[in-house]
């Protein structure tokens, strides 16, 4: 990695960012949606399957949610890096990039609740994106779509702040203070970065999944009543179900964005990385 990357990085405008958020959120879920299916499972206490027709149900909607959302964190997280530089196109501190990365992701949790609502309901039903939805509005209203909002502004700021934040930093200190190889860091950087979004917002992203799939808050109803009670049923523990493929896919995630955005940036834009 070069390491000026980040300084011309941030002269790509809101429509380039857009541009490779949503390409590399279609290449993210394309490889890690088996994972995002495994640990919904998981938090539901539904049974284990390898059977790819189930495994990839929703993996549409989560294309849709996961293109959308880097789409907007991408250009949301530059736009926060700019505003804590004043405008000026220098080098961040770590503790810039890490900010910078929340704040772009607590904002995009608007879009990403509503599309993982579905997504839930249609790897619990199947169905389409479109009669999905449709259904959930003509039972529970369109604010429902909505559900978890909360939980998922949170978790999408904490998972930013790793993706965008923490794993770069990691990567950029050990390029220039440690003779490793690029692609060791890169790897240490996508598990550091990919740990601590996972271990910190799984407990929120735990209640928005109960949330989300109970719809009718038959069990589940507001965000602080789900927390309580999935504390009393088996204690802490009960808000890291599917921790570990959670943690796998954010490790991944980490990795593929991050490549994604050096490898990209300078090929659809080579007259602002030249």
Same mark, same amino acid.
């Given at each position: 990695m070069e390491n000026n990357f980040y300084e011309k990085y941030q002269n790509l405008n809101s429509k380039q960012n857009i541009f490779l958020g949503i390409v590399s959120g279609i290449i993210d879920i394309s490889l890690t =949606? $088996?994972?995002?299916? @495994?640990?919904?499972a998981s938090q539901q206490k539904l049974p284990f399957t390898f059977n790819p027709k189930i495994f990839y149900r929703g993996t549409f909607? #989560?294309?849709?949610?996961?293109?959308?959302?880097?789409?907007?964190? *991408? $250009?949301?997280?530059?736009?926060?890096?700019?505003? %804590?530089?004043?405008?000026?196109?220098?080098?961040?501190?770590?503790n810039e990039?890490?900010?910078?990365?929340?704040?772009?992701?607590?904002?995009?949790? %608007?879009?990403?609740? $509503?599309?993982?609502?579905?997504?839930? =309901?249609?790897q619990k039903l199947g169905g389409s994106l479109i009669n999905t939805s449709k259904q959930i509005i003509n039972k529970?209203?369109?604010?429902?779509?909505?559900?978890?909002? &909360?939980?998922? +502004?949170?978790r999408e700021g904490i998972y930013t702040a790793g993706y965008l934040g923490l794993g770069p930093v990691i990567t950029r200190n050990l390029d220039e203070n440690y003779n490793y190889s690029k692609t060791t860091n890169k790897i240490l950087g996508a598990i550091g970065g990919g740990v601590?979004?996972?271990?910190?917002?799984?407990?929120?992203?735990? +209640?928005?999944? +109960?949330?989300?799939?109970? &719809?009718?808050?038959?069990? /589940?109803?507001s965000? !602080? =009543?789900? *927390?309580?009670?999935?504390?009393?049923? #088996?204690?802490?523990?009960? !808000?890291?179900?599917? /921790? /570990? @493929?959670?943690?796998?896919?954010i490790? *991944?995630?980490? *990795? %593929?964005?991050?490549?994604?955005?050096?490898?990209?940036?300078?090929?659809?834009? $080579?007259e602002i990385f030249n």
């Open positions: =949606q $088996p994972l995002v299916y @495994w640990k919904v909607t #989560n294309m849709c949610s996961m293109s959308l959302l880097t789409g907007v964190q *991408f $250009p949301l997280t530059a736009l926060s890096s700019k505003i %804590i530089t004043k405008g000026k196109t220098r080098r961040l501190t770590d990039m890490i900010l910078s990365g929340f704040i772009g992701g607590s904002l995009s949790g %608007i879009i990403c609740a $509503p599309l993982e609502l579905v997504m839930i =309901q249609q529970h209203g369109f604010k429902n779509h909505f559900r978890g909002l &909360i939980t998922s +502004c949170g601590f979004a996972s271990t910190l917002s799984h407990p929120l992203d735990t +209640c928005k999944t +109960c949330m989300q799939s109970d &719809i009718n808050k038959e069990k /589940y109803k965000t !602080l =009543q789900t *927390f309580n009670r999935l504390t009393k049923e #088996n204690g802490i523990s009960s !808000l890291f179900r599917g /921790y /570990y @493929w959670r943690t796998g896919k490790i *991944f995630t980490v *990795f %593929i964005l991050n490549e994604c955005k050096q490898f990209l940036s300078p090929l659809f834009f $080579p």
